[in-house]
């Protein structure tokens, strides 16, 4: 694969450590593990540069394979992945990330994330020293949370002087989660939303099909666009290639500010996940689902 694409370079924004992400890439939750090489192999033909996956979707070996074969240069490629909920505590993250890595055929990854607070397990200060432990030794060039509520955040800027560099949220225009987001960015925390189109439950809103329908564009790069214009780190997913070259095709039109304005009038608390204050990866949380 040549470094060049058909879609104009996505643009980068900055990170705590004074390294950079994309600000879009391509989620790869419920890739089954045998397609996700093909569909991160069309998601770099496309132009996406940063893939996010986590053990927990048992996929990062596809990723890792996509990677070597496309033969882009490692410097080119931000790769994310997750320390699962039954891996945390401080000697099982070494095991999980030393696994993750082994999986990605990498030996470093640009952002590690503790998947979820799961506040029953009550380790994630524990996980925490770990990930400073990875970050220091350069085997995580970034390290950040997932799923973190005011009260985790403030628990572990309390406890640590490493603050994390990202927290990847649910966040969508259903669910829109302003006072977390002003959290983040009054501690220099990116902001970067998954499930940023509610799983296509947004597409169909008449708010969103009536400003695709007056731009020309598609329900999906309205949503898109309405988060790159907030700032947030977007990361959709699909494994059909004409939707990813869709989905990144987002850097060339603009939403005005009463298109913005309607859109932020559409959050209604909507989550399409767990909530983070109840999830802790137990078997019995995932049956209730
Ligand atoms: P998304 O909001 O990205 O939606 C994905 C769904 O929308 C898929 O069904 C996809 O279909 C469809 N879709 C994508 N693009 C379009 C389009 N242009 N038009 C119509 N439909 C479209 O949901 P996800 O939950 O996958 O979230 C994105 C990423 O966020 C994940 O893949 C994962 O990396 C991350 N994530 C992180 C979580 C966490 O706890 N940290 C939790 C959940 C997600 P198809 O694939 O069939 O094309």
Redesign the pocket.
């Known amino acids: 694969m040549t470094a060049a694409s058909a879609n104009p370079p996505v643009p980068r924004l900055d990170l705590n450590t004074g390294a950079s992400i994309p600000q879009l890439g391509l989620?790869?939750?419920?890739v089954p593990p045998e397609d996700t090489r093909g569909v991160v192999l069309a998601g770099l033909e496309a132009g996406y540069r940063s893939i996010?996956?986590?053990a927990r979707y048992q996929n990062e070996a596809g990723v890792g394979e996509a990677i070597a074969e496309s033969g882009l240069p490692r410097g080119d490629l931000f790769v994310t992945t997750?320390l699962a909920n039954d891996d945390q505590g401080y000697d099982q993250a070494h095991v999980a990330f030393n696994n993750s890595l082994e999986e990605l055929g990498l030996d470093a990854v640009d952002l590690y994330l503790i998947?979820?607070p799961a506040p029953k397990r009550g380790e994630y200060l524990n996980c925490w020293r770990a990930f400073e432990e990875f970050h220091r030794a350069g085997r995580a060039r970034a390290i950040g949370v997932?799923?973190f509520m005011v009260p985790h955040l403030e628990r572990l800027l309390e406890s640590s002087p490493i603050v994390p560099a990202v927290n990847?949220i649910?966040l969508?225009p259903y669910l829109q989660q302003k006072e977390l987001c002003a959290f983040h960015a009054e501690h220099g925390i990116l902001t970067e939303a998954?499930?940023?189109?509610?799983?296509?439950a947004v597409?169909a809103d008449p708010v969103i099909t009536g400003i695709a329908r007056r731009l020309g564009r598609?329900a999906?790069q309205v949503v898109l666009r309405w988060h790159i214009q907030l700032g947030n780190v977007v990361?959709?997913?699909?494994?059909?290639p004409a939707?990813q070259q869709?989905?990144i095709d987002v850097f060339d039109f603009e939403l005005t500010g009463d298109d913005m304005a309607a859109i932020e009038g559409l959050d209604r608390g909507g989550r399409?996940?767990f909530h983070p204050d109840e999830f802790n990866g137990f078997p019995e949380e995932f049956a209730k689902r």
Not at 235 to 240: C, L
């Open positions: 989620g790869v939750f419920q996010d996956t986590a997750k998947h979820w997932s799923n990847q649910e969508h998954w499930s940023p189109l509610a799983q296509g597409l598609s999906a990361i959709p997913k699909s494994v059909t939707r869709e989905n399409t996940g």
